[in-house]
């Protein structure tokens, strides 16, 4: 009933969006990183062990939010093995990212990891710089990402110029607070997979010390140089260990992948 009440009332927005689209024009950003029906898959390592998989997928279904073509994109990630055991971890993470401004209309996390549940559902207003979920409306800044369209939005960004120490500023939204997700450009460097070895762009993003990491700066992406943008590898130390993430298998890429060697 919840779910429903929510649906409801996120349709009641989008009709008093509709009042005020022509006071504020959103953005265009140009992506030419991804299309619909791209999937890519990775596993996941704890120390040495095999821990779980994580699959991205654009869902080739065409969205319509505020009377806007969308993105609908959805994120599972599930353990494997012995985890599956002992901590058994299922999480569902959607976004509906406006095509043109990529930036989220919709954001809905359903986590199960040990038995600790989460279900949210967000709704973002882009012409009244707002975000409503269940237990609070916040006002957000401009643009403001979700933790799945924040990836895509990264996707188009443009490090053809940038130096060692730059960074791409993105603004987040996590549980009704408003966290940063900056980029820190650190370099390139090539990441040898089981899909081959990729010349990559090395990236660092600027978390919310604390919560999960035990600092600012744990998380390492390396995203492969190329028109795609896609994570070859993700390395973080968490509060309890290290957590290893590797590209496994993709399809329906919108370019070429930038492989060196096979």
Known sequence: MKIKTFFFTFIILLSSTAVVAG??????VKNGAFNRGEVLTFRIHYGFLDAGEAILEVKKDVRTFAGRDCYHVVGTGRTLG???????????????????????????????????????????????????????????PEYTQD????????????????????????????????????????GREEVKTKKGTF?????????QEGRVFKEQEDMTIWVSDDKNRIPIRVQTNILIGSIKMDLTDYE???????????
Not at 23 to 28: A, E, G, P, S
Not at 151 to 173: M, P, V
Not at 252 to 262: F, Q
């Open 23 to 28: 006071q504020k024009t959103l953005r265009t």
């Open 82 to 140: 012995a985890f599956d055991w002992f901590f058994k971890v299922r999480d569902t993470y959607e976004s509906v990212i406006d095509q043109q401004g990529m930036m989220p209309w919709l954001f809905i996390r359903r986590v199960n990891e040990g038995g600790y549940k989460i279900n949210q559902n967000v709704s973002f207003n882009h012409y009244k710089d707002s975000a409503t979920s269940e237990k609070a409306t916040i006002a957000i």
């Open 147 to 186: 933790l799945v369209s924040a990836f895509y939005y990264a996707r188009t960004l443009d490090f053809t110029n940038a130096k060692e120490g730059d960074q791409f500023e993105i603004n987040g939204y996590l549980d009704d607070a408003i966290i940063p997700l900056n980029l820190k450009f650190l």
């Open 199 to 207: 010349r990559c762009i090395k990236l660092r993003p600027m978390l």
């Open 252 to 262: 329906n890429l919108a370019n070429l992948p930038a492989i060196v060697r096979d």
